[in-house]
Protein backbone atom coordinates (compact mmCIF):
# COMPACT_ATOMS: atom_id res chain seq x y z
CA UNK A 1 0.00 0.00 0.00
CA UNK A 2 3.02 2.71 1.25
CA UNK A 3 4.48 2.02 -2.43
CA UNK A 4 0.84 2.96 -4.02
CA UNK A 5 1.18 5.66 -1.70
CA UNK A 6 4.47 7.04 -2.71
CA UNK A 7 4.12 6.44 -6.43
CA UNK A 8 0.36 8.47 -6.21
CA UNK A 9 2.80 11.26 -4.56
CA UNK A 10 5.17 10.97 -7.28
CA UNK A 11 2.97 11.43 -10.06
CA UNK A 12 0.69 14.29 -8.38
CA UNK A 13 4.62 15.91 -8.47
CA UNK A 14 4.78 15.42 -11.63
CA UNK A 15 1.64 16.07 -12.84
CA UNK A 16 2.44 19.63 -10.70
CA UNK A 17 5.88 20.32 -12.33
CA UNK A 18 4.54 19.25 -15.88
CA UNK A 19 1.17 21.32 -16.14
CA UNK A 20 2.76 24.44 -17.84
CA UNK A 21 4.81 22.73 -19.85
CA UNK A 22 1.24 20.77 -20.79
CA UNK A 23 -0.38 24.15 -21.27
CA UNK A 24 2.63 25.14 -23.35
CA UNK A 25 2.32 22.16 -26.03
CA UNK A 26 -1.42 23.22 -26.53
CA UNK A 27 -3.13 21.90 -29.75
CA UNK A 28 -3.26 24.99 -32.89
CA UNK A 29 -6.54 25.76 -33.30
CA UNK A 30 -8.24 27.04 -36.77
CA UNK A 31 -10.30 29.82 -36.08
CA UNK A 32 -10.99 30.73 -39.77
CA UNK A 33 -9.99 29.31 -43.20
CA UNK A 34 -5.80 29.68 -42.92
CA UNK A 35 -5.91 31.19 -39.71
CA UNK A 36 -4.13 28.67 -37.20
CA UNK A 37 -3.51 29.99 -33.49
CA UNK A 38 -2.27 28.33 -30.66
CA UNK A 39 -3.50 28.85 -27.04
CA UNK A 40 -0.93 30.68 -24.59
CA UNK A 41 0.06 29.03 -21.11
CA UNK A 42 -2.88 30.41 -19.78
CA UNK A 43 -5.79 29.42 -21.77
CA UNK A 44 -5.85 32.54 -23.74
CA UNK A 45 -5.81 33.01 -27.61
CA UNK A 46 -4.65 36.31 -29.09
CA UNK A 47 -5.52 37.79 -25.07
CA UNK A 48 -9.19 36.74 -25.00
CA UNK A 49 -10.33 34.05 -21.90
CA UNK A 50 -11.93 31.38 -23.04
CA UNK A 51 -16.00 31.42 -22.77
CA UNK A 52 -18.44 28.34 -23.21
CA UNK A 53 -21.60 28.81 -24.93
CA UNK A 54 -24.61 29.72 -23.03
CA UNK A 55 -27.45 27.31 -23.26
CA UNK A 56 -30.77 28.45 -24.73
CA UNK A 57 -32.71 27.69 -22.09
CA UNK A 58 -30.42 30.67 -19.88
CA UNK A 59 -31.39 33.38 -22.41
CA UNK A 60 -34.59 35.48 -23.02
CA UNK A 61 -35.26 38.74 -25.20
CA UNK A 62 -34.46 41.85 -24.32
CA UNK A 63 -37.17 44.65 -23.59
CA UNK A 64 -38.92 45.43 -26.93
CA UNK A 65 -37.26 48.13 -29.45
CA UNK A 66 -33.92 47.98 -27.93
CA UNK A 67 -32.50 45.18 -30.42
CA UNK A 68 -31.23 46.53 -34.00
CA UNK A 69 -31.76 44.36 -36.95
CA UNK A 70 -31.21 41.00 -35.20
CA UNK A 71 -33.20 39.79 -32.19
CA UNK A 72 -31.19 40.76 -28.94
CA UNK A 73 -31.25 37.48 -26.36
CA UNK A 74 -29.82 38.08 -22.59
CA UNK A 75 -29.14 36.10 -19.65
CA UNK A 76 -32.31 35.89 -17.42
CA UNK A 77 -30.67 37.35 -14.44
CA UNK A 78 -29.49 40.52 -16.39
CA UNK A 79 -32.84 41.28 -17.46
CA UNK A 80 -34.58 42.66 -15.01
CA UNK A 81 -31.36 45.22 -14.91
CA UNK A 82 -31.08 46.15 -17.81
CA UNK A 83 -34.63 47.01 -18.43
CA UNK A 84 -34.12 48.98 -15.10
CA UNK A 85 -31.32 50.70 -16.52
CA UNK A 86 -33.19 51.75 -20.23
CA UNK A 87 -35.54 52.75 -18.31
CA UNK A 88 -33.52 55.27 -15.94
CA UNK A 89 -31.87 56.20 -19.15
CA UNK A 90 -35.19 57.09 -20.62
CA UNK A 91 -36.25 59.97 -18.41
CA UNK A 92 -32.49 61.33 -17.92
CA UNK A 93 -32.26 64.74 -19.53
CA UNK A 94 -30.35 64.77 -22.75
CA UNK A 95 -30.57 60.81 -23.56
CA UNK A 96 -34.22 59.64 -23.56
CA UNK A 97 -35.32 56.80 -25.75
CA UNK A 98 -31.89 56.14 -27.67
CA UNK A 99 -29.91 53.27 -26.35
CA UNK A 100 -29.85 50.35 -28.53
CA UNK A 101 -28.73 46.97 -28.55
CA UNK A 102 -25.83 46.31 -31.36
CA UNK A 103 -25.33 42.77 -30.17
CA UNK A 104 -26.37 40.67 -27.37
CA UNK A 105 -25.78 37.07 -26.93
CA UNK A 106 -23.79 35.59 -30.07
CA UNK A 107 -23.15 31.60 -30.79
CA UNK A 108 -19.88 30.91 -30.96
CA UNK A 109 -20.80 30.25 -34.92
CA UNK A 110 -21.72 33.60 -35.09
CA UNK A 111 -18.61 34.73 -33.52
CA UNK A 112 -16.68 32.53 -35.62
CA UNK A 113 -18.74 34.63 -39.13
CA UNK A 114 -18.33 37.82 -37.48
CA UNK A 115 -14.25 37.27 -36.64
CA UNK A 116 -13.30 36.23 -39.96
CA UNK A 117 -15.64 38.26 -41.76
CA UNK A 118 -12.96 40.73 -41.76
CA UNK A 119 -10.07 39.24 -42.18
CA UNK A 120 -8.09 38.81 -45.54
CA UNK A 121 -7.35 40.55 -48.78
CA UNK A 122 -9.22 43.88 -49.15
CA UNK A 123 -10.82 42.92 -45.94
CA UNK A 124 -9.95 45.56 -42.62
CA UNK A 125 -7.65 43.05 -40.92
CA UNK A 126 -4.60 41.20 -42.54
CA UNK A 127 -4.93 38.14 -39.75
CA UNK A 128 -6.19 36.71 -36.97
CA UNK A 129 -4.12 38.58 -34.52
CA UNK A 130 -5.15 42.05 -35.97
CA UNK A 131 -8.21 40.78 -35.91
CA UNK A 132 -8.24 40.14 -32.43
CA UNK A 133 -7.56 43.92 -31.17
CA UNK A 134 -10.98 44.61 -31.69
CA UNK A 135 -13.49 41.36 -31.76
CA UNK A 136 -12.67 37.92 -29.73
CA UNK A 137 -11.90 34.93 -31.23
CA UNK A 138 -14.46 31.91 -31.63
CA UNK A 139 -14.60 30.59 -28.17
CA UNK A 140 -12.87 33.72 -26.15
CA UNK A 141 -16.22 35.88 -26.53
CA UNK A 142 -18.16 37.42 -23.84
CA UNK A 143 -21.10 37.49 -26.19
CA UNK A 144 -21.31 33.87 -25.82
CA UNK A 145 -21.94 34.10 -22.35
CA UNK A 146 -25.27 36.11 -22.33
CA UNK A 147 -23.91 38.53 -20.41
CA UNK A 148 -22.32 41.06 -22.37
CA UNK A 149 -24.04 44.05 -25.01
CA UNK A 150 -22.94 45.97 -27.33
CA UNK A 151 -24.63 49.56 -27.02
CA UNK A 152 -25.60 51.68 -29.72
CA UNK A 153 -27.49 54.82 -30.06
CA UNK A 154 -30.45 55.66 -32.47
CA UNK A 155 -30.83 58.34 -33.69
CA UNK A 156 -27.02 58.04 -34.57
CA UNK A 157 -26.31 61.93 -34.84
CA UNK A 158 -23.11 60.73 -36.83
CA UNK A 159 -22.01 58.29 -34.38
CA UNK A 160 -21.88 55.07 -35.60
CA UNK A 161 -22.22 51.58 -34.09
CA UNK A 162 -19.00 50.05 -32.25
CA UNK A 163 -17.60 53.19 -32.58
CA UNK A 164 -15.26 55.23 -29.64
CA UNK A 165 -17.60 58.23 -30.62
CA UNK A 166 -20.20 56.62 -28.18
CA UNK A 167 -18.24 57.71 -25.47
CA UNK A 168 -18.76 61.48 -26.21
CA UNK A 169 -22.71 61.21 -26.77
CA UNK A 170 -25.04 61.95 -23.83
CA UNK A 171 -26.09 58.16 -23.68
CA UNK A 172 -22.78 56.96 -23.91
CA UNK A 173 -21.94 59.09 -21.15
CA UNK A 174 -24.94 58.20 -18.76
CA UNK A 175 -23.96 54.66 -19.55
CA UNK A 176 -20.14 55.42 -18.09
CA UNK A 177 -21.61 57.07 -15.24
CA UNK A 178 -24.74 54.84 -14.15
CA UNK A 179 -24.48 51.76 -15.61
CA UNK A 180 -22.37 50.12 -12.51
CA UNK A 181 -25.81 51.72 -10.51
CA UNK A 182 -27.18 48.23 -12.55
CA UNK A 183 -24.32 45.64 -12.44
CA UNK A 184 -22.75 46.96 -15.79
CA UNK A 185 -19.12 47.36 -16.64
CA UNK A 186 -17.38 48.15 -19.01
CA UNK A 187 -14.55 44.80 -19.95
CA UNK A 188 -11.93 46.64 -22.10
CA UNK A 189 -11.24 49.94 -20.95
CA UNK A 190 -8.87 51.88 -22.32
CA UNK A 191 -4.78 50.73 -22.22
CA UNK A 192 -6.34 47.54 -20.85
CA UNK A 193 -3.96 44.99 -20.71
CA UNK A 194 -5.69 42.22 -22.86
CA UNK A 195 -4.55 44.48 -26.13
CA UNK A 196 -8.00 44.70 -26.70
CA UNK A 197 -9.00 48.29 -28.03
CA UNK A 198 -11.44 50.57 -26.13
CA UNK A 199 -14.60 49.68 -26.31
CA UNK A 200 -16.65 51.89 -24.34
CA UNK A 201 -19.98 49.84 -26.20
CA UNK A 202 -19.18 46.64 -24.31
CA UNK A 203 -20.53 46.26 -21.28
CA UNK A 204 -21.02 42.87 -19.19
CA UNK A 205 -23.91 42.34 -16.68
CA UNK A 206 -22.73 41.23 -12.54
CA UNK A 207 -24.98 42.57 -10.91
CA UNK A 208 -24.98 45.75 -8.80
CA UNK A 209 -24.48 43.50 -5.55
CA UNK A 210 -23.58 39.87 -4.74
CA UNK A 211 -27.47 39.66 -3.16
CA UNK A 212 -28.68 40.72 -6.77
CA UNK A 213 -30.35 36.91 -7.86
CA UNK A 214 -27.71 35.33 -10.66
CA UNK A 215 -24.68 38.27 -9.39
CA UNK A 216 -22.55 34.95 -7.95
CA UNK A 217 -22.73 33.01 -11.00
CA UNK A 218 -22.00 36.06 -12.87
CA UNK A 219 -18.99 37.21 -11.33
CA UNK A 220 -17.71 33.70 -10.98
CA UNK A 221 -17.80 33.33 -14.55
CA UNK A 222 -16.04 36.43 -15.28
CA UNK A 223 -13.63 36.35 -11.76
CA UNK A 224 -10.19 35.53 -13.79
CA UNK A 225 -11.24 38.75 -16.48
CA UNK A 226 -12.44 40.89 -13.33
CA UNK A 227 -8.87 40.06 -11.22
CA UNK A 228 -6.37 40.37 -13.86
CA UNK A 229 -7.92 42.89 -16.83
CA UNK A 230 -10.04 44.81 -14.27
CA UNK A 231 -13.35 46.58 -15.96
CA UNK A 232 -12.91 50.58 -15.67
CA UNK A 233 -15.91 51.68 -14.88
CA UNK A 234 -16.24 48.70 -12.45
CA UNK A 235 -19.08 47.36 -10.62
CA UNK A 236 -17.22 47.76 -6.96
CA UNK A 237 -18.56 44.98 -4.03
CA UNK A 238 -16.27 43.80 -1.66
CA UNK A 239 -18.48 40.90 -0.86
CA UNK A 240 -16.32 39.45 -4.08
CA UNK A 241 -13.67 38.63 -1.76
CA UNK A 242 -14.92 34.69 -1.72
CA UNK A 243 -14.25 34.52 -4.94
CA UNK A 244 -11.10 36.10 -5.33
CA UNK A 245 -12.27 39.48 -6.91
CA UNK A 246 -10.87 41.54 -3.61
CA UNK A 247 -11.17 45.19 -4.01
CA UNK A 248 -12.10 48.55 -1.54
CA UNK A 249 -15.40 49.55 -1.35
CA UNK A 250 -14.64 53.30 -3.20
CA UNK A 251 -17.16 55.44 -5.94
CA UNK A 252 -17.47 54.67 -9.12
CA UNK A 253 -14.32 55.72 -11.06
CA UNK A 254 -14.02 58.65 -13.27
CA UNK A 255 -14.64 58.14 -16.78
CA UNK A 256 -11.12 56.57 -18.35
CA UNK A 257 -10.03 58.64 -21.44
CA UNK A 258 -6.97 57.52 -23.47
CA UNK A 259 -4.09 59.84 -23.58
CA UNK A 260 -3.36 62.42 -26.32
CA UNK A 261 -2.00 60.54 -29.24
CA UNK A 262 -3.38 57.31 -27.93
CA UNK A 263 -4.35 54.96 -31.20
CA UNK A 264 -7.81 54.32 -29.33
CA UNK A 265 -8.68 57.65 -29.87
CA UNK A 266 -9.00 56.63 -33.39
CA UNK A 267 -7.53 60.05 -34.77
CA UNK A 268 -10.00 62.22 -32.92
CA UNK A 269 -8.35 65.00 -30.50
CA UNK A 270 -8.86 63.88 -26.63
CA UNK A 271 -10.97 66.55 -26.12
CA UNK A 272 -13.53 65.15 -28.47
CA UNK A 273 -14.36 62.63 -26.00
CA UNK A 274 -14.89 64.71 -22.82
CA UNK A 275 -18.12 66.08 -22.00
CA UNK A 276 -20.03 67.81 -18.55
CA UNK A 277 -22.02 64.07 -18.03
CA UNK A 278 -25.19 64.68 -17.50
CA UNK A 279 -26.67 64.06 -13.68
CA UNK A 280 -30.39 62.23 -14.21
CA UNK A 281 -32.58 61.07 -11.53
CA UNK A 282 -33.67 57.62 -12.64
CA UNK A 283 -37.62 57.78 -12.01
CA UNK A 284 -39.69 54.43 -12.32
CA UNK A 285 -41.33 53.91 -16.06
CA UNK A 286 -43.18 50.84 -17.41
CA UNK A 287 -41.61 51.79 -21.09
CA UNK A 288 -39.04 48.92 -21.15
CA UNK A 289 -40.76 46.36 -18.77
CA UNK A 290 -43.02 44.63 -21.50
CA UNK A 291 -42.98 42.37 -23.53
CA UNK A 292 -39.69 39.81 -22.15
CA UNK A 293 -40.41 36.63 -23.53
CA UNK A 294 -38.73 33.50 -23.04
CA UNK A 295 -35.37 32.94 -25.36
Known sequence: MRRYLTSGKRLLAWAA?????????????QLCPGQWVTPGPDGRVLGHIPYREAPLSDLVSAPAGFALGQPCYVQRDAAPDLARMLAAAAVAPGVGNRLRGVSCFRSIEHQRAVFCSQIGPGKKCHDAAERARSVGPPGHSE????????????PSGGCGDVNPCLARTPAGQWLIAHAHEYGFELSFPAGNAQGVTWEPWHWRWVGASITTPGAARARLLFARARREFP???????????WIGVIRPAAPAPAPSVPAPGSPYLQGHPQSYFIQPLPTPTPQPSPLYRRNRRRG
Open 17 to 29: LAAPALAMAATPE
Open 231 to 241: AIPAVIDVADG
Open 143 to 154: HATGYAIDFGIR
